[in-house]
């Protein structure tokens, strides 16, 4: 198993930029994949964005591309998420989740460990 600890969540106003960041320990980080997803008030868990083991391949949903970036540094055994013009709509609390896979995937039944949740709000 692997622990997944996320932080960087917070209140910021719309086009504002925020970066998550989630720690993995326990097993070895470099050697699965990693994705971002988000679950707002009355909706569906959904998927923000993935990226593959080295980093090499990512992923993003239409809703954020061109907005958000996953990143990844395995030397530090962390996975991010750079949020930039954000807005109201993306207000939800985001999960990390690791893959015990070195591929993406956008499907949360791929991903066997899932981190606490960090609240994301945009106001108008």
């Known amino acids: 198993q692997v622990q997944l600890v996320e932080s960087g969540g917070g209140l910021v106003q719309a086009g504002g930029s925020l970066r998550l960041s989630c720690a993995a320990s326990?097993?070895?980080?470099?050697?699965?994949?990693m994705g971002w997803f988000r679950q707002a008030l009355g909706k569906e868990r959904e998927f923000v964005a993935t990226?593959?083991?080295?980093?090499?391949?990512?992923y993003h949903a239409d809703s954020v591309k061109g907005r958000f970036t996953i990143s990844r540094d395995n030397a530090k055994n962390t996975v991010y998420l750079h949020m930039n013009s954000l807005k109201p709509e993306d207000t939800a609390v985001y999960y990390c989740?690791?893959?015990?896979?070195?591929?993406?995937?956008?499907?949360?039944?791929?991903?066997?460990?899932w981190g606490q949740g960090t609240q994301v709000t945009v106001s108008s």
């Open positions: 989740a690791a893959r015990f896979n070195r591929f993406i995937s956008s499907r949360d039944t791929d991903f066997g460990s």
């Open positions: 326990g097993r070895t980080f470099s050697s699965y994949a």
């Open positions: 990226i593959n083991w080295s980093g090499g391949d990512t």
